[in-house]
């Protein structure tokens, strides 16, 4: 069975763009949440979607924004990337909402 | 915002040692769940706990839900090289608010000496 899968894995941006990143989950999984890690605040989480709609946010910017598709595949924007953005982003899939969390390799995004 | 603390936040132990690392918060969780990220990887599920006092190994592995939701362990027993990595505890509070939401401790770096 597959694992959560990531694009890409790695990603280099200048400030005021911005960036789609994208996660397909494990298949049967219908949860997918997403997390930001850096080294100074850990592992934030960002948002989850289940069934086509985001059930959860965390505390972050408006320019940070998600969507699930029918097949569970997710995807994140950020707009007008800052430096501070710079960060490894996590997915997770999970079968129900409040089952075990697995995660992907992640996407590296550094912003110049 | 909400808070796991997660001790120590590093160890530098001898191969064949047992590691124990603990989480604790002031408020309830419904889960715990404890990962093992190697650097540029993203965590790896060790064990997942659903109930509180529930008590639960995988391999070398165990670790524990508190009787009061408010913490859990992990412990690494006969550790070996390939233990080195960040150990992070991992909860979803009481709440339906709360659902699909995981709070992590800060993580505790394991370092082993052959």
């Known amino acids: 069975k597959a694992g959560v899968t990531q694009t890409p894995r790695y990603l280099i941006k200048t400030r005021g763009q911005q960036v789609t990143l994208s996660c397909s989950p494990i298949?049967?999984?219908?949860?997918v949440s997403w997390y930001q890690q850096t080294p100074g605040q850990g592992l934030q989480f960002l948002f989850e979607?289940?069934?086509?709609?985001?059930?959860n946010k965390g505390n972050f910017p408006g320019r940070f924004s998600g969507r699930q598709f029918s097949n569970s595949r997710s995807e994140m924007n950020v707009s007008t990337l800052e430096l501070g953005d710079s960060a490894l982003y996590l997915c997770?899939?999970?079968?129900?909402?409040?089952?075990?969390?697995?995660f992907g390799q992640g996407t590296r995004l550094t912003v110049v | 915002g909400q808070q796991l603390n997660q001790s120590p936040q590093s160890m530098f132990i001898q191969e064949g040692e047992d590691v124990s690392m603990n989480c604790t918060s002031s408020?309830?969780?419904?889960?715990w769940l404890w990962y093992k990220q190697d650097p540029g990887e993203g965590p790896v599920l060790l064990i997942a706990?659903?109930?509180?006092?529930e008590l639960t190994s995988n391999g070398r592995l165990t670790a524990q839900f508190g009787i009061t939701r408010k913490d859990s362990f992990l412990n690494i027993s006969a550790s070996i090289p390939s233990d080195v990595g960040i150990y992070f505890c991992?909860?979803?509070?009481?709440?339906?608010?709360?659902?699909?939401?995981?709070?992590f401790g800060q993580g505790t770096t394991l370092q082993v000496k052959p």
């Open positions: 997770a899939s999970s079968f129900n909402r409040d089952t075990e969390a697995f």
């Open positions: 298949s049967g999984h219908r949860s």
């Open positions: 979607y289940f069934s086509e709609t985001q059930r």
């Open positions: 408020s309830i969780f419904n889960t």
């Open positions: 706990l659903y109930k509180a006092g």
């Open positions: 991992a909860g979803q509070l009481s709440g339906s608010s709360n659902t699909g939401k995981l709070i």
